[in-house]
């Protein structure tokens, strides 16, 4: 999910506003906006329940939820946090 809403992000503040602002067309921003939005509802969800689950401090779900704030930092983060679920579970079932 976090990837999906990354490259949303990237879409929209690359290409969708530009666009908009310098091009003076409103459409394509005004379908990816929403679109990226609803997608970052659903990411807030996944994200707190793996927080939730993992019972994981609160600054990881900070940093989980500001990934979808920053270009690019979705990718990052979803790695790093994937690397860290996993060995979590493999100390769990070792």
Do not use: C, N
Not at 1 to 25: D, Q, R, S, T, W
Not at 51 to 74: D, E, N, Q, T
Request: proline share 5%.
């Amino acid at each position: 999910m976090a990837y999906i809403v990354g490259a949303m992000l990237i879409v929209l503040i690359f290409v969708a506003v530009p666009v908009k602002y310098i091009g003076g067309e409103p459409a394509l921003s005004s379908v990816v906006s929403p679109v990226h939005g609803l997608l970052y509802m659903v990411y807030l969800v996944f994200a707190f329940d793996l927080y939730r689950r993992a019972g994981w401090p609160l600054s990881r779900m900070a940093v989980m939820v500001g990934a979808g704030f920053v270009p690019f930092l979705a990718f990052y983060i979803e790695r790093k946090i994937t690397q860290e679920a996993k060995a979590a579970i493999e100390v769990d079932t070792a």
